[in-house]
């Protein structure tokens, strides 16, 4: 049996049997805040248990690093959507220690690339159209700047209001604790300050 089918069989058996019932929630986060957190495998379960977070508190997006890498792609959009159209009051960007982006190298991806069949025809009009895949496939060299960098473009973006507030943690993806490396409540105090 593969892997869609045997997916597909005990998601009729959950159906059937009424297990959803345990999941039913609405689509507004309980707790005000989206998380953009790394897809590491070993935070899927482990981050919403360390964060005290139920079904229903709050949305989650997951992509490699957890980083903004565009302020106006999916990633950006989906939390003003949150924001604005869900109830959200406060992102959390949550990286973690030991995280593939740190140092990915380019080349190596490409490399894999041509060795799963993509032609370098394919690559070479990739480059000829703008798109430098060292540049799109770059990770980060220091896991704390690049979530202050993800931190300062969610809060400084001309989308977002100033009563958001955006932090920035770093995971142990063992144990789950958090370090914190931006205190948003702290940057709203000293706005209101200046004010």
């Not at 009424?18 to 935070?43: A, E, N």
């Not at 990915?104 to 032609?119: D, F, L």
């Not at 989308?159 to 993806?173: R, S």
Request: charged content about 25%.
């Amino acid at each position: 049996m593969n892997r869609l089918d045997e997916i597909l069989e005990y998601n009729k058996a959950f159906v059937d049997k009424g297990l959803y019932q345990d999941f039913i929630t609405t689509k507004y986060p309980d707790k005000k805040i989206i998380v953009l957190s790394c897809m590491d495998t070993r935070l899927t379960q482990l981050l919403p248990k360390a964060l005290n977070l139920q079904n229903g508190d709050a949305k989650f997006i997951s992509n490699a690093g957890a980083v903004l890498s565009h302020p106006f792609g999916s990633i950006m959009r989906s939390i003003i959507v949150a924001i604005y159209e869900l109830e959200v009051e406060e992102v959390l960007v949550i990286s973690h220690h030991g995280c593939g982006m740190n140092n990915v190298e380019p080349k190596r991806i490409i490399e894999a690339m041509k060795q799963k069949g993509i032609s370098d025809e394919t690559l070479y009009t990739l480059r000829y159209s703008g798109i430098d895949l060292n540049d799109w496939l770059r990770g980060f060299d220091c896991v704390f700047d690049s979530v202050k960098e993800s931190v300062d473009k969610i809060r400084n973006h001309p989308l977002i209001t100033k009563d958001i507030t955006v932090h920035g943690l770093i995971a142990d993806p063992e144990t789950g604790a958090l370090e914190v490396i931006v205190n948003g409540y702290d940057h709203c105090r000293a706005s209101k300050s200046t004010r």
